[in-house]
């Protein structure tokens, strides 16, 4: 006795909606494979430092010397700094 399969078939009765595979930017974001959460990690920490790493930089350049240089306003470095504050 020989057995056939039907592929058509089978999708029928399993949905068939189980096999899409996002792509793209999609893969990443909806993905529960432990290789992209840590590639999402390292690209996360990396904008990260170097965000913080450039507000670092402007609240010493505007610390260097007394008075406004960088931020034109009180208010900006007040919100830009809230630990100096």
Do not use: E, L
């Given at each position: 006795m020989?057995?056939?399969f039907d592929a058509h078939h089978e999708?029928?009765?399993?949905?068939g909606d189980h096999a899409h595979h996002p792509t793209g930017?999609?893969?990443f974001v909806y993905?529960?494979?432990h290789?992209?959460?840590g590639s999402m990690y390292l690209i996360?920490?990396?904008i990260a430092?170097?965000?913080g790493g450039f507000f670092s930089m402007m609240m010493r350049a505007e610390l260097m010397y007394p008075g406004l240089q960088v931020f034109k306003e009180p208010h900006t470095f007040n919100v830009s700094s809230?630990?100096?504050a």
């Open positions: 020989t057995t056939t999708d029928a009765d399993h949905g930017w999609r893969r993905s529960t494979n290789k992209d959460i996360f920490a990396v430092g170097c965000i809230p630990a100096m």
